[in-house]
């Protein structure tokens, strides 16, 4: 399971979604000598199979770790960078789901990148292949193109009634007598909306 999220600033910086679920998969949690994070990259990626050696230029520059000997990326024309950059993402996420089922979960789609969008579009037509669920939660607003392809199931979360708002939370917040007034406050105020009352 790998979990990504956009942020409300999140369209004006491409990838950050796709970013942070690679540094999730690769397990980079903290900053690092780049070379020592090539060589975890490559370990991992070679491990799950050599044939995926051509995507690691590109994976190296998305997790900017880019070093002198990948001149040939950085000829490259853009939209030369911009497919290799997916197809290496997705090559990657497809090969684990051959080893393993795999789970992403992309939350609040409806702040993601145009670059980030076009990946995801680009995995959707990949998912009937592969042992991988996708998951993505939104606004109303958000609109993609998924909607007719027979592997997708929107699942609409209405507003929480009174008394199954107050049971969500009783379990994040407890049942401490203080806190009744603010409950009272988080139900009106995010009128039921599970995301925003967690």
């Known amino acids: 399971i790998l979990r990504t999220a956009a942020a409300s600033y999140g369209k004006a910086t491409a990838y950050q979604p796709i970013i942070e679920l690679l540094r999730a998969y690769f397990e980079l949690h903290a900053p690092g000598d780049p070379?020592?994070?090539?060589?975890?990259?490559?370990?991992?990626?070679?491990?799950?199979?050599k044939n995926l050696a051509t995507t690691l230029p590109a994976l190296f520059s998305l997790l900017d770790v880019a070093g002198d000997d990948d001149a040939q990326w950085r000829s490259l024309a853009p939209r030369q960078r911009r497919q290799q950059t997916m197809d290496a993402v997705r090559h990657l996420v497809l090969r684990e789901s051959q080893v393993q089922p795999v789970c992403l979960v992309f939350e609040d789609l409806h702040w993601i990148d145009a670059e980030t969008q076009a990946f995801l579009d680009s995995l959707v037509e990949s998912l009937p292949t592969a042992r991988l669920l996708l998951l993505g939660n939104y606004?109303?607003?958000?609109?993609?193109?998924?909607?007719?392809?027979?592997?997708?199931?929107?699942?609409?979360?209405?507003?929480?009634?009174?008394?199954?708002?107050?049971?969500?939370l009783y379990r994040l917040l407890g049942d401490d007598a203080g806190l009744e007034l603010l409950k009272q406050r988080l139900i009106a105020r995010t009128q039921g909306n599970p995301f925003f009352l967690e």
Do not use: C, F, M, N
């Not at 070379?35 to 199979?49: F, N, Q």
């Not at 993609?144 to 199931?153: A, E, I, L, P």
């Open 139 to 168: 606004r109303p607003e958000y609109q993609h193109g998924w909607g007719q392809k027979t592997y997708y199931t929107q699942l609409r979360l209405d507003p929480l009634p009174p008394a199954s708002a107050e049971a969500l």
């Open 35 to 49: 070379s020592d994070i090539r060589d975890k990259i490559a370990g991992k990626v070679l491990g799950l199979d």
